[in-house]
């Protein structure tokens, strides 16, 4: 059986949440920041945004070669060349950077 307190038993409107230490509610960001460094886009070249274009869609390296007509080891040197560049660890991020950045990304392709 759940304890109830007296606040929790009387009838009428509760009172709103109030904000914490940090401050305003509105302020927290709807979803964390994605991970890399955008400034970093100019940087790459076609064929690594549209690598990272098809990365972002889910591709896996067989896909990403078949549909650019190149090698599976070049993918996985386009992929490492990037990653360096855009500044994260790993391909999870790296999709989440490029679905994130998709726009930016895609601009110039």
């Known amino acids: 059986m759940t304890n109830l307190t007296k606040d929790d038993q009387r009838p009428g409107p509760r009172p709103e949440p109030q904000p914490g230490p940090q401050g305003d509610l509105s302020a927290a960001p709807a979803t964390p920041p994605a991970p890399g460094d955008p400034h970093a886009i100019p940087s790459l070249t076609p064929r690594e945004r549209q690598v990272l274009v098809l990365l ?38 790296a999709a989440l950077f490029a ?9 110039g392709l």
């Open 56 to 93: 972002s869609h889910a591709a896996d390296n067989r896909e990403i070669s078949r549909r650019l007509g190149i090698a599976e080891r070049t993918v996985k040197a386009h992929l490492t060349n990037l990653m360096v560049k855009i500044k994260v660890t790993g391909r999870t991020e």
């Open 99 to 107: 679905y994130a950045h998709h726009g930016r990304l895609a601009d």
